[in-house]
């Protein structure tokens, strides 16, 4: 998931696949996985679904970052606020979805009472400023009240999408500790190369899930920032002080992001046995001609060498339950073909025990400047059909609630006839 949107960014990224492809290349922002084995204690509960349901993932992010999805503007009332994260809820409980992916640490903020980072500003406007209610504790309990799983979504190293430590509450740790603070392409970032950054937002993550029942913890797809046309990301003093056992940075910054992954991942099963763990990154791994493990695709940015997040070894070590790459281009597109890299993720899953979702570029359907293929109510509908085919993909993740919500050509109600007739519990 950064950005208006994280989306927004991830399409960027594909502006620079094959120029011939003028009719997609614009790509996707971001967005937003699970192990079997365990029998969920709210597996057959409420609306989303009975004992006797499938068992497949049906999920929509929430957006809160710049207002995105939710709440619409800041500064609204306590009540109005609610009544809109409601209205979401109960669209999904319609849609016969069960699962919402609700972003509670969208910049470095938080959605909760935390005391560790201040109050999101998307709340009242003012960043550290007391909302008047708990966003997350009411999701939680409303969302389970309705049969639907919570999965609390947090951005790790986001700090503001401007550069001024000066605009972030006083109390933000990243004023408290500049030297964490990394600027890159007109926005701040935590180092992710200082052990003392990870341990922190490990702390500051960990506590939402200490509070709350959450059903899972769940990253984006911003790790090392996407890249920015002549800029660096300078992280020279923590490479001198820490990369010596590494080769290449590149490898440094990887070792980086597997350590967060990895502790994170041991943090949840401390602090909530049983609470899943899932990361939805952008959809290229790598490009079969940089790697013959890759896919066949011309993707102008990969997770593995300018996000500098391997996923495929994520999955294929089963150091997270569930991923949902962000597969974010329509069937046949020739730089990223929606077919090629569902075949291509299906494999990497294959015989893990880590969970395949797939996630859905529903903010395209009908979207200005999309390709004629989006402009098809059928597209989407066509993806999870073509997607059961294989018996890796457990589901899929629509992106996002608004459109979820406003369904401008009615590809999501198209979905929902085509494959959601029956209620689904989410598999576990």
């Given at each position: 998931?950064?950005r208006?949107?994280?989306?927004?960014?991830?399409?960027?990224a594909?502006?620079?696949?094959?120029?011939?492809?003028?009719?997609?290349?614009?790509?996707?922002?971001?967005?937003?996985?699970?192990?079997?084995?365990?029998p969920?204690?709210?597996?057959?509960?409420?609306a989303?679904?009975?004992?006797?349901?499938?068992?497949?993932?049906?999920g929509?992010?929430?957006?809160?970052?710049?207002?995105?999805?939710?709440?619409?503007?800041?500064?609204?009332?306590?009540?109005?606020?609610?009544?809109?994260?409601?209205?979401?809820?109960?669209?999904a409980?319609?849609?016969?979805?069960?699962?919402?992916?609700?972003?509670?640490?969208?910049t470095?903020?938080a959605l909760?009472?935390?005391?560790?980072?201040p109050?999101?500003?998307?709340?009242?406007?003012?960043?550290?400023?007391?909302?008047g209610?708990?966003?997350?504790?009411?999701?939680?309990?409303?969302?389970?009240?309705?049969?639907?799983?919570?999965h609390?979504?947090?951005?790790?190293?986001?700090?503001?999408?401007?550069?001024?430590?000066?605009?972030?509450?006083a109390?933000?740790?990243?004023?408290?500790?500049?030297?964490?603070?990394?600027?890159?392409?007109?926005?701040?970032?935590y180092?992710?190369?200082?052990?003392?950054?990870?341990?922190?937002?490990?702390?500051a993550?960990?506590d939402?899930?200490?509070?709350?029942?959450?059903?899972?913890?769940?990253?984006d797809?911003?790790?090392?920032?996407?890249?920015?046309?002549?800029?660096?990301f300078?992280d020279?003093a923590?490479?001198?002080?820490y990369?010596?056992?590494?080769?290449?940075r590149?490898?440094w910054?990887?070792?980086?992001i597997?350590?967060?992954?990895?502790?994170?991942?041991?943090?949840?099963?401390?602090?909530?046995?049983?609470?899943?763990?899932?990361?939805?990154?952008f959809?290229?791994?790598r490009?079969?001609t940089?790697d013959?493990l890759g896919?066949?695709t011309?993707?102008?940015v990969?997770?593995?060498?300018?996000?500098?997040?391997d996923?495929?070894?994520?999955?294929?070590?089963?150091?997270?339950?569930?991923?949902?790459?962000?597969?974010?281009?329509?069937?046949?597109?020739?730089a990223?073909d929606?077919?090629?890299?569902?075949?291509?993720?299906?494999?990497?899953?294959?015989?893990?025990?880590?969970?395949?979702?797939?996630?859905?570029?529903?903010?395209?359907?009908?979207?200005?400047?999309?390709p004629?293929?989006w402009?098809?109510?059928?597209?989407?509908?066509?993806?999870?059909?073509?997607?059961a085919?294989?018996?890796?993909?457990?589901?899929?993740?629509?992106?996002?609630?608004?459109?979820?919500?406003a369904?401008?050509i009615?590809?999501?109600a198209?979905?929902?006839a085509?494959h959601?007739?029956q209620?689904a519990?989410?598999?576990?």
């Open positions: 998931m950064g208006i949107s994280r989306r927004a960014f991830a399409a960027a594909l502006t620079t696949l094959a120029a011939a492809q003028t009719a997609g290349a614009q790509g996707a922002s971001a967005a937003p996985g699970r192990p079997g084995g365990r969920g204690a709210d597996a057959g509960r409420g989303a679904g009975g004992h006797g349901a499938a068992a497949e993932m049906r929509v992010w929430i957006a809160t970052v710049a207002n995105r999805d939710w709440p619409s503007k800041p500064g609204l009332t306590a009540a109005e606020q609610r009544a809109e994260l409601i209205a979401h809820l109960d669209r409980v319609r849609d016969r979805l069960n699962t919402v992916i609700l972003q509670v640490r969208p470095a903020d909760w009472p935390s005391p560790y980072e109050w999101a500003q998307y709340l009242t406007g003012t960043q550290g400023q007391d909302p209610w708990d966003p997350l504790g009411t999701a939680v309990r409303e969302a389970h009240a309705r049969g639907l799983e919570l609390a979504w947090f951005n790790p190293y986001r700090v503001a999408n401007h550069t001024d430590l000066g605009r972030l509450a109390s933000h740790p990243a004023r408290l500790h500049p030297d964490w603070v990394v600027p890159y392409g007109g926005k701040l970032y180092d992710p190369g200082l052990p003392e950054v990870r341990a922190f937002v490990q702390r993550m960990l939402a899930v200490a509070r709350y029942p959450v059903d899972a913890v769940h990253f797809d911003y790790f090392y920032p996407y890249p920015v046309a002549g800029q660096t300078d020279d923590s490479y001198d002080r990369g010596g056992d590494f080769a290449a590149a490898d910054r990887r070792d980086n597997d350590r967060l992954v990895r502790g994170m991942a041991a943090g949840i099963r401390r602090v909530r046995p049983g609470t899943r763990f899932g990361i939805s990154p959809g290229v791994w490009n079969a940089t013959p896919s066949d011309r993707a102008g990969q997770t593995y060498d300018d996000l500098h997040a996923t495929r070894a994520w999955v294929r070590n089963h150091w997270i339950d569930y991923i949902v790459p962000q597969v974010y281009w329509h069937i046949g597109f020739a990223a929606y077919a090629t890299l569902v075949d291509w993720w299906a494999e990497v899953a294959r015989g893990t025990g880590t969970r395949l979702y797939v996630g859905e570029a529903l903010y395209k359907a009908g979207a200005a400047g999309q004629s293929e402009q098809d109510p059928v597209e989407l509908s066509r993806h999870l059909t073509l997607a085919r294989y018996p890796q993909v457990r589901g899929h993740v629509f992106f996002a609630a608004k459109e979820v919500a369904d401008p009615g590809a999501m198209r979905v929902v085509d959601y007739r209620p519990r989410t598999p576990r």
